[in-house]
Protein backbone atom coordinates (compact mmCIF):
# COMPACT_ATOMS: atom_id res chain seq x y z
CA UNK A 1 0.00 0.00 0.00
CA UNK A 2 1.37 3.76 0.15
CA UNK A 3 0.02 5.76 2.62
CA UNK A 4 -2.47 8.38 1.98
CA UNK A 5 -3.79 6.43 -0.60
CA UNK A 6 -7.28 4.87 -1.18
CA UNK A 7 -6.61 1.02 -2.57
CA UNK A 8 -8.66 0.23 -5.47
CA UNK A 9 -10.26 -2.78 -6.72
CA UNK A 10 -11.27 -3.74 -10.28
CA UNK A 11 -12.79 -6.92 -11.58
CA UNK A 12 -12.46 -7.57 -15.04
CA UNK A 13 -15.13 -10.11 -16.17
CA UNK A 14 -13.49 -10.42 -19.68
CA UNK A 15 -15.79 -12.05 -22.21
CA UNK A 16 -17.56 -13.92 -19.83
CA UNK A 17 -21.01 -13.01 -18.65
CA UNK A 18 -24.49 -12.92 -19.93
CA UNK A 19 -27.48 -12.11 -18.22
CA UNK A 20 -27.63 -14.58 -15.95
CA UNK A 21 -24.81 -13.39 -14.74
CA UNK A 22 -26.36 -10.45 -13.31
CA UNK A 23 -27.15 -11.86 -9.75
CA UNK A 24 -23.78 -12.00 -9.09
CA UNK A 25 -23.40 -8.40 -9.94
CA UNK A 26 -26.53 -7.46 -7.61
CA UNK A 27 -25.11 -9.63 -5.23
CA UNK A 28 -21.51 -7.27 -5.24
CA UNK A 29 -23.76 -4.19 -5.12
CA UNK A 30 -25.37 -5.13 -2.40
CA UNK A 31 -21.66 -5.92 -0.55
CA UNK A 32 -20.11 -3.20 -1.60
CA UNK A 33 -21.84 -1.48 1.22
CA UNK A 34 -21.00 2.30 2.75
CA UNK A 35 -18.55 0.65 5.36
CA UNK A 36 -16.46 -1.10 2.82
CA UNK A 37 -16.66 2.18 0.09
CA UNK A 38 -15.23 4.26 3.48
CA UNK A 39 -11.65 2.02 2.73
CA UNK A 40 -11.77 0.74 -0.40
CA UNK A 41 -13.03 1.68 -4.07
CA UNK A 42 -14.52 -0.88 -6.19
CA UNK A 43 -15.42 -0.89 -9.75
CA UNK A 44 -16.71 -4.07 -11.68
CA UNK A 45 -16.12 -4.22 -15.75
CA UNK A 46 -18.40 -6.54 -17.21
CA UNK A 47 -18.76 -6.82 -20.86
CA UNK A 48 -20.35 -4.06 -23.16
CA UNK A 49 -23.57 -6.01 -23.69
CA UNK A 50 -24.23 -5.48 -19.44
CA UNK A 51 -22.72 -1.76 -18.71
CA UNK A 52 -26.17 -0.43 -18.64
CA UNK A 53 -28.09 -3.10 -17.03
CA UNK A 54 -24.99 -3.24 -14.42
CA UNK A 55 -25.16 0.42 -13.78
CA UNK A 56 -28.88 0.41 -13.42
CA UNK A 57 -28.42 -2.39 -10.68
CA UNK A 58 -25.51 -0.64 -8.98
CA UNK A 59 -27.29 2.76 -8.73
CA UNK A 60 -27.61 3.96 -5.40
CA UNK A 61 -24.73 1.49 -4.13
CA UNK A 62 -20.90 2.73 -3.53
CA UNK A 63 -20.14 0.09 -6.33
CA UNK A 64 -18.99 1.48 -9.45
CA UNK A 65 -18.81 0.01 -12.77
CA UNK A 66 -16.63 0.28 -16.13
CA UNK A 67 -15.94 -1.22 -19.30
CA UNK A 68 -12.93 -3.38 -20.96
CA UNK A 69 -12.14 -1.08 -23.85
CA UNK A 70 -13.16 1.67 -25.76
CA UNK A 71 -12.35 3.55 -29.07
CA UNK A 72 -9.77 6.58 -29.71
CA UNK A 73 -12.71 8.31 -31.61
CA UNK A 74 -16.54 9.33 -30.21
CA UNK A 75 -18.29 8.29 -32.90
CA UNK A 76 -18.25 7.15 -36.77
CA UNK A 77 -17.81 4.40 -38.99
CA UNK A 78 -16.08 2.00 -36.36
CA UNK A 79 -18.17 -1.38 -37.07
CA UNK A 80 -18.06 -3.55 -33.51
CA UNK A 81 -16.38 -0.79 -31.49
CA UNK A 82 -17.63 1.06 -28.21
CA UNK A 83 -16.62 4.87 -27.89
CA UNK A 84 -15.68 6.20 -24.29
CA UNK A 85 -18.54 8.34 -24.97
CA UNK A 86 -20.94 5.48 -25.55
CA UNK A 87 -19.39 3.79 -22.17
CA UNK A 88 -20.39 7.52 -20.26
CA UNK A 89 -23.44 7.51 -21.73
CA UNK A 90 -24.69 4.28 -20.03
CA UNK A 91 -23.13 5.93 -16.53
CA UNK A 92 -20.17 3.61 -16.69
CA UNK A 93 -16.69 5.74 -14.92
CA UNK A 94 -13.94 3.71 -15.83
CA UNK A 95 -12.52 2.10 -18.87
CA UNK A 96 -9.72 -0.78 -19.07
CA UNK A 97 -7.23 0.39 -21.84
CA UNK A 98 -4.35 -1.62 -23.03
CA UNK A 99 -5.11 -5.18 -21.51
CA UNK A 100 -2.32 -7.80 -22.38
CA UNK A 101 -5.24 -9.50 -23.94
CA UNK A 102 -6.21 -6.64 -26.30
CA UNK A 103 -2.68 -5.82 -27.43
CA UNK A 104 -2.21 -9.65 -28.30
CA UNK A 105 -5.58 -10.19 -30.08
CA UNK A 106 -5.97 -6.81 -31.54
CA UNK A 107 -2.33 -6.12 -32.03
CA UNK A 108 -2.50 -2.83 -30.04
CA UNK A 109 0.59 -0.60 -29.62
CA UNK A 110 1.31 1.90 -26.77
CA UNK A 111 0.12 4.54 -29.22
CA UNK A 112 -3.26 3.50 -29.70
CA UNK A 113 -3.69 2.61 -25.46
CA UNK A 114 -2.60 6.46 -25.55
CA UNK A 115 -5.34 6.69 -27.78
CA UNK A 116 -7.62 5.03 -25.78
CA UNK A 117 -6.54 7.15 -22.90
CA UNK A 118 -7.20 10.18 -23.81
CA UNK A 119 -10.76 9.07 -24.99
CA UNK A 120 -11.26 8.46 -21.88
CA UNK A 121 -10.54 11.64 -20.27
CA UNK A 122 -12.59 13.23 -23.25
CA UNK A 123 -15.79 11.58 -21.51
CA UNK A 124 -15.07 12.04 -18.43
CA UNK A 125 -13.95 8.26 -17.66
CA UNK A 126 -11.21 7.24 -15.87
CA UNK A 127 -8.81 5.60 -17.64
CA UNK A 128 -7.32 1.79 -16.07
CA UNK A 129 -3.80 1.96 -18.05
CA UNK A 130 -2.10 -1.70 -18.38
CA UNK A 131 1.38 -2.59 -18.93
CA UNK A 132 2.75 -5.55 -18.09
CA UNK A 133 5.97 -8.16 -19.37
CA UNK A 134 6.16 -11.06 -21.12
CA UNK A 135 7.41 -14.00 -19.57
CA UNK A 136 10.31 -14.38 -22.14
CA UNK A 137 11.30 -10.45 -21.32
CA UNK A 138 11.06 -11.12 -17.54
CA UNK A 139 12.84 -13.99 -17.91
CA UNK A 140 15.49 -11.98 -19.51
CA UNK A 141 15.95 -9.37 -17.09
CA UNK A 142 14.13 -6.85 -19.33
CA UNK A 143 10.88 -6.36 -17.02
CA UNK A 144 12.25 -2.61 -16.55
CA UNK A 145 12.86 -2.12 -20.03
CA UNK A 146 9.77 -3.20 -21.31
CA UNK A 147 7.84 -1.67 -18.60
CA UNK A 148 9.09 1.82 -18.99
CA UNK A 149 8.62 2.18 -22.45
CA UNK A 150 4.72 1.33 -22.31
CA UNK A 151 4.86 3.59 -19.32
CA UNK A 152 6.29 6.39 -21.51
CA UNK A 153 4.42 5.97 -24.82
CA UNK A 154 0.69 4.44 -23.33
CA UNK A 155 0.32 7.13 -20.73
CA UNK A 156 -0.41 10.04 -22.04
CA UNK A 157 1.08 13.75 -20.89
CA UNK A 158 -1.16 15.44 -18.22
CA UNK A 159 -2.14 12.20 -16.70
CA UNK A 160 -3.30 12.85 -12.97
CA UNK A 161 -4.31 10.98 -9.92
CA UNK A 162 -8.59 11.31 -10.93
CA UNK A 163 -8.12 10.21 -14.43
CA UNK A 164 -5.67 7.52 -14.39
CA UNK A 165 -4.95 4.49 -12.95
CA UNK A 166 -1.69 2.21 -13.40
CA UNK A 167 -2.52 -1.47 -13.79
CA UNK A 168 0.57 -3.34 -13.69
CA UNK A 169 -0.23 -7.05 -14.99
CA UNK A 170 3.03 -9.30 -15.40
CA UNK A 171 1.24 -11.06 -18.86
CA UNK A 172 2.58 -14.64 -17.53
CA UNK A 173 0.72 -14.35 -14.52
CA UNK A 174 -2.51 -13.46 -15.65
CA UNK A 175 -4.95 -16.29 -15.73
CA UNK A 176 -2.36 -18.79 -14.90
CA UNK A 177 -2.09 -19.31 -11.21
CA UNK A 178 1.26 -18.01 -11.01
CA UNK A 179 2.19 -14.33 -9.20
CA UNK A 180 5.77 -12.19 -9.16
CA UNK A 181 7.33 -13.08 -5.13
CA UNK A 182 6.44 -10.14 -3.37
CA UNK A 183 9.70 -8.94 -3.46
CA UNK A 184 10.00 -8.66 -7.29
CA UNK A 185 6.39 -7.26 -7.22
CA UNK A 186 7.61 -4.59 -4.73
CA UNK A 187 10.46 -3.59 -6.97
CA UNK A 188 8.63 -3.38 -10.37
CA UNK A 189 5.62 -1.15 -8.18
CA UNK A 190 8.75 1.05 -7.31
CA UNK A 191 10.10 1.47 -10.51
CA UNK A 192 6.76 2.43 -11.96
CA UNK A 193 6.38 4.72 -8.74
CA UNK A 194 9.71 6.77 -9.63
CA UNK A 195 9.27 6.80 -13.38
CA UNK A 196 5.31 8.41 -12.71
CA UNK A 197 6.82 10.71 -9.74
CA UNK A 198 9.64 11.86 -12.63
CA UNK A 199 6.82 12.43 -15.49
CA UNK A 200 3.39 13.61 -13.38
CA UNK A 201 5.42 15.11 -9.70
CA UNK A 202 2.95 15.00 -7.28
CA UNK A 203 0.18 13.61 -9.44
CA UNK A 204 2.86 10.35 -10.10
CA UNK A 205 2.75 9.85 -6.05
CA UNK A 206 -0.63 9.76 -6.09
CA UNK A 207 -1.48 7.61 -8.62
CA UNK A 208 -2.78 4.17 -8.19
CA UNK A 209 -0.82 1.19 -9.22
CA UNK A 210 -2.82 -2.01 -8.84
CA UNK A 211 -1.03 -5.06 -9.28
CA UNK A 212 -3.19 -7.66 -11.49
CA UNK A 213 -2.53 -11.28 -12.37
CA UNK A 214 -3.42 -14.46 -10.55
CA UNK A 215 -5.26 -12.21 -7.78
CA UNK A 216 -7.39 -14.55 -5.76
CA UNK A 217 -8.76 -14.27 -1.93
CA UNK A 218 -6.12 -16.16 -0.47
CA UNK A 219 -2.98 -13.69 -2.14
CA UNK A 220 -4.90 -10.67 -1.84
CA UNK A 221 -3.86 -9.49 1.76
CA UNK A 222 -0.23 -10.15 1.04
CA UNK A 223 0.00 -8.58 -2.54
CA UNK A 224 -1.49 -5.86 -0.80
CA UNK A 225 0.83 -5.72 2.24
CA UNK A 226 3.73 -4.88 -0.52
CA UNK A 227 4.51 -1.20 -0.74
CA UNK A 228 3.19 0.74 -3.86
CA UNK A 229 0.80 -1.80 -4.75
CA UNK A 230 -2.43 0.31 -4.50
CA UNK A 231 -4.79 -2.34 -5.32
CA UNK A 232 -6.01 -4.85 -7.74
CA UNK A 233 -7.14 -5.57 -11.35
CA UNK A 234 -8.73 -9.11 -10.89
CA UNK A 235 -9.86 -11.83 -13.71
CA UNK A 236 -10.87 -14.72 -13.11
CA UNK A 237 -11.94 -14.26 -9.30
CA UNK A 238 -14.25 -11.77 -10.20
CA UNK A 239 -16.75 -13.64 -11.68
CA UNK A 240 -17.70 -14.79 -8.40
CA UNK A 241 -19.37 -12.09 -6.12
CA UNK A 242 -18.53 -14.03 -3.29
CA UNK A 243 -14.76 -14.06 -4.28
CA UNK A 244 -14.48 -10.93 -5.33
CA UNK A 245 -16.36 -9.46 -2.47
CA UNK A 246 -13.46 -11.35 0.01
CA UNK A 247 -10.67 -9.82 -1.96
CA UNK A 248 -12.35 -6.11 -1.28
CA UNK A 249 -12.59 -7.00 2.21
CA UNK A 250 -8.92 -8.40 2.52
CA UNK A 251 -8.10 -4.79 1.27
CA UNK A 252 -10.42 -3.03 3.21
CA UNK A 253 -8.48 -4.84 6.41
CA UNK A 254 -4.84 -4.26 5.43
C1 LIG B 1 -6.83 -9.74 -15.88
O1 LIG B 1 -7.45 -10.21 -16.80
O2 LIG B 1 -6.67 -8.52 -15.84
C2 LIG B 1 -6.34 -10.63 -14.82
C3 LIG B 1 -5.51 -10.16 -13.95
O3 LIG B 1 -6.78 -11.93 -14.85
P1 LIG B 1 -6.59 -13.05 -13.69
O4 LIG B 1 -6.90 -12.39 -12.38
O5 LIG B 1 -7.57 -14.12 -14.04
O6 LIG B 1 -5.18 -13.49 -13.74
Redesign the pocket.
Known sequence: MTPDIKPFVAG?W?MNGQRDSLDQLALMARGVDEALFDKVDVVVCPPATLLYVATTLSEDTPLMVGAQDCHREAKGAHTGDVSAEMVADCLGEFC?VG?S?RRTDHGETDFHVAGKAQACWRAGLTAII?IGETEAEYDSGRAEEVLGRQLAMSVPEGATEKDTVI?Y?PVW????GKTPSPDDIRDIHAFIRDVLVERFGGHGERMRILY????KPDNATELLSVNNVDGA??????LKAQDFLAICESYRKV
Not at 212 to 215: L, Q, R
Not at 233 to 238: C, K, T, Y
Open positions: NKIHECAEAIGTGGSVLVGGAS
